[in-house]
């Protein structure tokens, strides 16, 4: 990998950031919703609504807000939120950790279900695992990520009482608190994120599996066990990467709801409050960080493709 | 076989099971049904009967009483006499040996707060915080008398214009410094700035209202108009709450507000995490009992009650209504109710055909069963209502002409030239749940009059956008927080109004509203609004559905809680028994 690609690849990643913030900004002001009315509630007047949006300088044309608002992005200032008054930039730095440690439990959790799943079923197709792990996964797709939060809290909450039901310890303070809360809403995550991912993993090693060169192994009189691990795996490796990217981005979105309902501290949660209350700095802060995050990672996981397969080059 | 064709023959089989039973489950229920609604029927009438040996008993002592009452709340509204002996009597029950101190309550809230300056904000997470953290002139008690607060004493001028407030000595702020009549002309005179954009304005006055300080503890309040019920408007919400001035920040906002209040704002994480501390400055000797209250706000009912029940948070704010039974015969979990002094109604846009014609609006309040719409917007858990007060109020006037009358309805419709009804869209919102319960009922109820409505339930922050702009037809929402009688008619229904959202226009109601207003006495004030209770439910802007139960549940080791009809959560009467 050369010099150029990289840079290449961040100059674009920076154009994606910018062009996220500017369709957040755009969208968020044409849906119907004012801040100031969020703010006055039922009091809201057409008296009291004009002044607080002059105070709050929600009239200036969209271009010079956004104009603005990247200008102070720019130097760090992400401003302060309309509702609450707060700066913008401790919130996020605040509630970062605890969905990026969310996400990452998910994922790994998702990649213990799937990569044993996925494996073995590509290895006996047709048999019962591969049933089963089959219809685990359609199942696993099919389930609403709130009602299974809800259904793990009802059962391992309050029936057996094992594990709280919502709040956040960090690691920190008290590891074994920080596992007992992360666990429940990293297993309704976990779950439905493994059953995509088993249904990807089982086809790429299937398609492995049947090309020529594994076939030779076999032939070569290679144990098994060698053929998968040192043959069939690193071939496979370049589809279950990518899963693994997408799915980095996919749990990002969907870690919104389990925050929601576990009350986790984390920035999807914040982020939703924010669209809700059509708070604008914090909104744009929030996605600035996620769109930041997701890009990188993506660039992470292309950069990773030059690990796992040397033939590969870009031009 | 295949595991597959096992496996699926298997699936097939549980399939046919389940509907199976689901069957038989099903005829289980309705051959039970019939024997529980015999048992309720027969146990009915001897509930009856007890109830109707007690109430005249009840109704008399409330009689004898009645004018004692009277005489006492006239007194005090007049010229706010009583001293210290009400906050000494309220003292002697905490220092009655039991209450303990210390200890970390964890509440729950339903929402999370929309900011903390008590200026602006509205939302009834903000003010919940706030009447603990912020203190006013004067406050209603637990029995809704008008106490003093940070005013000692209070009396108007001989021509009605100017009320002058002493205050109270010694009183500290959050920030160490003594609260003095420049901190109430501070925060007064902030309130009522036009550019502050306070809905709340009114507490204090209009824009042009004076505010004098005469001496450190003296301060006068003069009005281009008399205005005989200051001290209670003083008292309604925390929106004219004293604050030390070094609440602002440089950009004119108040993030987090000083106070003089039994707790301070010690952490704010976002709106995710609060923590209230207590103020060892307290000016209320022996209060409080708590080192510490917890806030934070769980939006899913399951998962909030299921943090209750597990011992994670102590108080919780909101209790589904559908759960009120089960929480109720747990024998871990203390349950408190008060009927709320408030209302769940249908506004209806009077700037917008046909509603702007009284015989519709009169027709749908004829239209509609309350008790039904009671029973699926709140599970029961509620009184149904014709008028804006419930029973329980000193200002219940009993004024009841829209009992069921499904013919009557039709007649007026026919009257007003829509014998075929006409279309029409119903409004509530997501934030409320009990209000999109309530539509889907009224729909059915509306049809029956030949309105064909539909539905649109959008989330909050449209809803307001709608509903402050007049783009509706009808729409469902609730009040709270309502005491005086002065918050039932005048800022929502006189004439441009801040809170006028129906478009209602009616200059004898206006000029009753205005007189309720300039006045003190309470039997003259109730003789005014019992006329525009009477011209107000006739012209129907708002049509009255029912008044829920305010309902608390918390851990059996805390104390002194007190549910409150005008839902104030106060929580320096709260201690651990633990």
Known sequence: ?315 | MTGKRILFLFVVVLMLALAACGGQVQQAVEEAAPTVEAAVQEAAPTVEAAVEEVAPTVEAAVEEAAPTVEAAVEDMADDGAAEEEMADESMAEGEMGEAKYGGTLNVAFQNEWAGLDPHVVSSYSSYQILFNVVERLTQYDDDLNLQPMLAESWEQSEDGLTWTFKLREGVMFHNGREMTAEDVKWSFERLIDPATGAGNAGNVGPADTKIEVIDDYTVAITHPEPVGILPQTLAFNPASGIIAKESLEDDGTISIPIGTGPFKIAEVEGTTRMVLEKNEDYWQEGYPYLDEVVIEPIPDDTVRETALLGGEVDWVLAIAPQNYQSLVDNPDIVVDTAPQLSYDYIGVNLTREPFDNVLVRQAIALAIDRQVLCEAGFFGLCETIQGPVGSGSPWDFNYEPYDRDVERAKELLTEAGYPDGFDMELLPTTQYGETVRAAQVLQQQLAEIGINATINAPEWSEWLELEGNFMYDAYICNWNGLIDADQYYYLQHRTGQVFNFTGYSNPDFDELVDAGRAISDFDERYQIYEQADKMLVDDAPYIYMYNKEEIRAYAPYVKGFVVRPDQQNNFWTVWLDQ
Do not use: C
């Not at chain 1, 020529?212 to 032939?219: E, L, S």
């Open chain 1, 1 to 315: 990998m050369n010099l150029q690609y990289i840079i290449q690849r961040l100059i674009s990643a920076l154009v994606v950031v910018l062009g996220v913030t500017f369709a957040v900004f755009l969208i968020i002001q044409l849906v119907p919703g004012d801040p100031a009315r969020v703010i006055l509630g039922v009091q809201a007047n057409d008296e009291n609504v004009a002044a607080l949006r002059e105070r709050l300088g929600l009239n200036e044309p969209f271009l010079v807000q956004y104009g603005t608002w990247l200008g102070n992005a720019l130097r760090g200032d992400l401003g302060k939120s309309l509702i609450t008054g707060q700066e913008v930039t401790p919130q996020i730095k605040q509630r970062l950790p605890a969905t990026l440690e969310l996400a990452a439990l998910a994922l790994l959790i998702g990649l213990a279900i799937a990569l044993p799943a996925g494996i073995i079923s590509a290895l006996k197709p047709g048999s019962l695992i591969d049933v089963i792990s089959s219809v685990g996964s359609q199942v696993g797709v099919a389930i609403p990520d709130f009602w299974l939060g809800i259904m793990l809290i009802l059962l391992f909450s309050l029936t057996l009482g094992w594990l709280p039901a919502r709040g956040y310890t960090s690691f920190s303070e008290n590891p074994r608190d920080w596992l007992e809360h992360i666990i429940l809403p990293a297993v309704t995550l976990g779950i439905i994120s493994g059953a995509i991912q088993t249904r990807f993993v089982r086809s790429a090693m299937l398609e492995v599996l049947n090309e020529n060169y594994i076939r030779t192994a076999h032939a070569k009189g290679l144990s098994e066990r060698k053929v998968i691990v040192s043959h069939a795996l690193p071939n496979a490796m370049i589809t279950i990467v990518t899963i693994i990217g997408l799915q980095i981005t996919a749990l990002l979105s969907a870690v919104v709801v389990v925050e929601v309902v576990f009350g986790w501290p984390g920035l999807g949660r914040l982020a939703l409050e924010a669209v809700l209350d059509r708070d604008y700095p914090l909104l744009q802060g929030t996605v600035l960080v996620m769109a930041v995050l997701l890009t990188m990672v993506n660039l992470g996981v292309d950069l990773l493709y030059f690990v796992v397969d040397p033939r590969i080059e870009y031009a």
